[in-house]
């Protein structure tokens, strides 16, 4: 489930929809939880899908580290790409808030660490990185995880409206985490390695 102070709009033809914070959502707030109603679909289910569906899956999901392809029921799956990302994914089943996100902006993730399966050439924004790759996660998630760190303890000063969504036991590990009791997971831990 997509924080709920978004909303969906149309940004533009090149990118068409995308998701803008509506409020102001602060750096370390959680921004995204895989929730009961998100749906997973298997590489068997996906190879028996006629194509028309085949195509929605290819646009609107992401895959996660064993290979399924994970669909957002709600309009989370319009979060656009930029190679300069207010959001990252941890390796919670959660994605985070890594810069403040000011009214009117879009939540944007960075596809690397989606596992895309083709590489592709989003719209230039003056990065060193031009294309999204497929084992982007291998290259980038040193960075990533430092920026993750660097917001990780704010969870728990900020108010989370997602935090509900949590299951207890990651709730617990957050807890763990931020007390210096267990490490923070790499993002790595998402890299669907292929064949």
């Not at 609107?60 to 790409?81: E, I, M, P, Q, T």
Request: with cysteine; proline share 6%.
């Amino acid at each position: 489930m997509i924080h709920p102070h978004t909303e969906l709009r149309f940004i533009n033809n090149e990118i068409g929809h995308g998701v803008v914070a509506t409020q102001f959502i602060p750096a370390g707030t959680i921004t995204w939880v895989l929730d009961e109603l998100d749906r997973e679909f298997t590489t068997q289910q996906f190879s028996e899908m006629a194509p028309p569906f085949q195509n929605i899956l290819d646009t609107y999901s992401y895959r996660n580290s064993k290979g399924n392809y994970v669909l957002c029921w709600d309009h989370g799956r319009f979060v656009n790409h930029s190679f300069k990302s207010n959001c990252l994914s941890t390796a919670y089943d959660f994605e985070i808030a890594v810069r403040d996100i000011h009214p009117g902006e879009q939540l944007t993730d960075d596809y690397g660490y989606l596992n895309v399966d083709t590489p592709f050439q989003p719209s230039e924004e003056g990065t060193k990185r031009k294309i999204v790759y497929p084992d982007d996660l291998e290259h980038h998630h040193k960075k990533w995880d430092k920026k993750i760190a660097a917001v990780f303890p704010k969870i728990a000063t900020l108010p989370q409206p997602l935090a509900e969504l949590l299951p207890k036991k990651t709730k617990e590990r957050i807890e763990a985490i931020n007390a210096g009791n267990e490490e923070l997971e790499s993002i790595l831990t998402l890299y669907f390695k292929r064949n």
